[in-house]
């Protein structure tokens, strides 16, 4: 196990079935927060649906849970007992050194906005959160969590080149002669596992295999399934 520090981003959009993908968005937000609280990671909010975690090894040992995540159930709002299907997508980005991603001053669109978090006077009076446009790529991100402007630009920077590094990575896969997506690079268009409320089953397509206890897992006891993902990349 790697235990050096490392810091890592991630990002979870709800995708294919509206309200409910939403709600399986936030699902899992929350897994991965007390997942990080079981082993003692430090997370840090920092936009509505993205959190930066800093741990020992923390990149090396999720980095394998890009991708998108299935989830069937019956939602809270359905009245007829129907069993749904939908998805939502994780993206686990490290942070990235200012030597490795350059970004140009000029290529950047500032926005500065009020803070829809609970941050006290402060952030509710003043313009605190931080949007930046990339104009080259089109990328947006969005740091709303701190009390100070200055920290949330710093925040919202850093996962710009992160998200930067993410862009540049694919674009040199797509270079490489028979490349073939495998476990450790964990592309967020790769449909990695699938949760069955009904079946209390959660399934990793990467690796074939599946455990029961469905309700443990969502409540952060990932620690068998990543480890094996971590072990067969």
């Known amino acids: 196990m790697n235990n050096q520090l490392q ?16 709600n399986w968005g936030s699902d899992l937000l929350r897994m991965y927060l007390r997942y990080a609280g079981r082993r003692g990671w430090k997370v840090f909010p920092v936009d509505v649906n993205v959190i930066k975690i800093t741990g020992a090894g923390v990149y090396d040992e999720l ?13 809270t709002t359905e009245r007829r007992g129907r069993i749904h299907t939908s998805t939502a997508t994780v993206v686990v980005l490290p ?9 140009n001053p000029s290529d950047l669109e500032i926005q500065f ?4 978090s609970q941050g006290g006077q402060n952030v509710q009076k003043v313009s605190t959160a931080v949007r930046l446009i990339h104009k080259p790529t089109g990328i947006v991100v969005s740091a709303q969590r701190e009390r100070f ?9 850093d996962l710009l080149r992160a998200k930067l590094w993410e862009l540049k990575e ?10 073939r997506s495998v476990i450790g690079r964990g592309m967020r268009a790769e449909k ?8 209390d ?30 072990l067969l990349q």
């Open 7 to 22: 810091t890592l981003y991630i990002e979870i959009r709800g995708a294919t079935g509206g309200d409910e993908a939403k």
């Open 201 to 230: 089953r959660v399934s990793d397509h990467r690796i074939n295999k599946s455990w029961h206890n469905l309700e443990a897992v969502v409540n952060g006891e990932l620690d068998k399934i990543v480890e094996l993902a971590r």
């Open 63 to 75: 980095k394998n849970e890009s991708g998108v995540h299935r989830v069937q159930r019956i939602p």
């Open 192 to 199: 990695i596992r699938t949760y069955n409320f009904p079946q």
């Open 149 to 157: 402007q200055e920290q949330n630009r710093k925040i919202a920077m």
């Open 170 to 179: 694919a674009e040199k896969e797509k270079t490489i002669a028979g490349y």
């Open 113 to 116: 906005f009020h803070s829809s």
């Open 95 to 103: 942070e990235i050194r200012e030597s490795e991603v350059t970004i």
